[in-house]
């Protein structure tokens, strides 16, 4: 298989407005120590609610605490919330091309349980 169409759309992601935007907010929030740490707990908080939810448990009364209100802080500052969006954004992008390309694989990469 030749790999250049892989690198031409690696190349692509680059130069998307998803990927610059995320990158550029990226090195301004995460240059602050306490809004990295935020951040860090946040999406530790989010991982461990979301896997009580994909195990059918409801999520630790404590932790859902301490998600809203973490979750709270961050996006109450701008460029954190804008950061957390664009985030999100790419994210988004990189799962549509996932799935894109397992698609053309004849790929099942479907999670027992989630399926829709």
Do not use: C, W
Not at 22 to 44: F, N, Q
Not at 56 to 66: F, I, L, V
Not at 83 to 104: N, P, Y
């Amino acid at each position: 298989m030749d790999y250049s169409s892989t690198y031409r759309l690696a190349q692509d992601i680059r130069e998307s407005e998803e990927y610059k935007t995320y990158h550029e907010l990226k090195d301004s929030v995460m240059g602050d120590e306490t809004t990295a740490a935020l951040i860090k707990e946040y999406r530790k908080l989010q991982m461990t609610i979301q896997m009580a939810a994909v195990s059918g448990q409801a999520a630790d009364t404590e932790d859902m605490q301490r998600f809203s209100g973490i979750s709270t802080l961050l996006f109450s500052k701008q460029e954190v919330s804008n950061f957390l969006l664009a985030e999100m954004r790419l994210q988004q992008m990189m799962a549509d091309i996932f799935k894109i390309v397992t698609e053309a694989a004849d790929v099942d990469i479907s999670i027992p349980g989630l399926e829709g």
